[in-house]
């Protein structure tokens, strides 16, 4: 429990630091944070190519509908990331994405730069697990 509670205070401070690394529909304060969408962390560089790659994957139709429907998206520049609850700080790799849901809990392991079909997966494999979770 009190990891939970640190995760939260640690993730609190994040969102609040670093919302200018934030993408416009970014949210500001843990207590925003929709109970039925997977939150996205996504962790980035600048002048990151497998960044821009994965920058142009969510923007892909079907992806970007999924995103739109089912998440929150934050960017969160590598750099920042000592600012991470400890246990998201495993790499210094580019793309990192996280997918949790409101409480801060882990949905899927994380992922990379991927493709397409790839990141429409995890997207729903996240959105199911979270389902899952809201029925208990």
């Given at each position: 429990?009190?990891r ?14 670093v ?17 039925n ?14 960044c821009?790659y ?6 892909v139709k ?9 998440c ?11 600012k991470?609850?400890r ?31 790839e ?18």
């Amino acid at each position: 429990m009190f990891r939970r509670v640190l995760l939260f205070i640690s993730l609190m401070f994040v969102l609040t630091v670093v919302g200018g690394c934030a993408n416009s529909n970014s949210i500001e304060t843990p207590q925003e944070l929709p109970k039925n969408k997977v939150i996205l962390y996504i962790i980035k560089r600048d002048g990151c190519p497998a960044c821009e790659y994965q920058k142009r994957v969510l923007k892909v139709k079907e992806v970007k509908e999924l995103l739109d429907n089912y998440c929150k998206v934050v960017y969160i520049d590598v750099n920042e990331q000592e600012k991470l609850p400890r246990e998201w700080m495993h790499t210094n790799k580019t793309p990192t994405v996280h997918f949790v849901d409101s409480n801060l809990n882990r949905l899927i392991p994380s992922i990379g730069s991927v493709y397409p079909y790839e990141f429409r997966d995890a997207i729903l494999k996240a959105k199911k697990e979270l389902d899952k979770r809201e029925l208990k």
